[in-house]
């Protein structure tokens, strides 16, 4: 296996390894350069629905979805997202977040498939939240330490988050799902959201992952967030989605977090 850093901040590739024959040792470089790079981009796979289950389980236990127009009903652990309502789940995630953050227990890790590419558009972008925190003017550091970000199903986090793993700061924000600050009025929360957005958004901070059949992404949700851009009506894509549980979560090595 070779794992090749592929940004200033964060994020590797991964060549030279078949996903859906793992041993021991890929097993522990995977968990160990999630840790460490908080996002992997591997090449050219060919996973069954049962592989993807399968790799995705040396990270942890996997949350579960709702049938739905468009799922795998066989395989509940799987989030189909796609760009036709009759293939999965359409118009997701179109603003930076990090999945499964609407969760009282946020969800650790999520890692995509590209089952049928577009042949234009469809782009994913993600950003480092450690990256982000650190680079805060150590005025705006102190203001938003303690604050709270209430989410619209009352669900709350730390605005500026510890990795339960690293004991690393990061900014972790939902800018389409927090509705709220606690203690700010909806004016207050509104600015820093603009603020926090552009943040995020800044000039040299994302990695655009530009998709290919046969991709995975692996992304550590506690160190990066991603933002899905808008695919032509006329394009088709599907990407296969898992997520690991907050309850039975593997980390690199010497972190075993079966309560996160």
């Known amino acids: ?33 999630l840790l460490k790079h908080g996002l ?17 389980e040396i990270f942890g236990d996997l949350e579960t979805f709702p049938p739905g127009e468009g799922q795998l009903a ?11 309502p009759s293939n999965g789940h359409t118009n997701v995630g179109r603003y930076w977040h990090s ?14 498939y590209l089952v049928a590419r577009p042949a234009d558009g469809g782009e994913t972008l993600f950003t480092d939240l450690r990256e982000a925190y650190r680079t805060l003017p150590d005025d705006r550091k102190t203001s938003i330490y303690d604050l709270v970000t209430l989410h619209r199903n009352g669900v709350e986090h730390a605005l500026v988050m510890r990795h339960p793993a690293t004991r690393d700061p990061s900014l972790y924000f939902n800018v389409g799902l927090t509705s709220g600050i606690a203690g700010y009025t909806n004016e207050e929360f509104m600015a820093l959201r603009r603020d926090l957005n552009d943040h995020l958004s800044r000039a040299g901070a994302s990695y655009v992952h530009h998709w290919l059949e046969g991709d995975v992404v692996i992304a550590d949700n506690f160190r990066v967030a991603h933002c899905a851009t808008p695919i032509p009506g006329d394009q088709h894509r599907i990407l296969d989605r898992t997520t690991i549980r907050a309850d039975g979560v593997y980390w690199g090595e010497g972190y075993l977090l079966a309560d996160a």
Request: a positive charge; proline letters at 4%.
């Open 99 to 112: 999945d499964g953050s609407f969760r009282a227990r946020a969800t650790p890790i999520s890692i995509w």
């Open 40 to 56: 992997l981009a591997i090449r050219n796979q060919a996973l069954s629905p049962v592989d993807q289950v399968r790799m995705s």
């Open 74 to 84: 066989e395989f509940p652990q799987i989030f189909r997202v796609a760009s036709r």
């Open 1 to 33: 296996m070779k794992i090749s850093a592929m940004h200033t901040s964060f994020g590797a590739r991964v060549e030279e390894v078949d996903l859906a024959s793992l041993t021991q040792t890929d097993i522990g470089l995977l968990r160990a350069a």
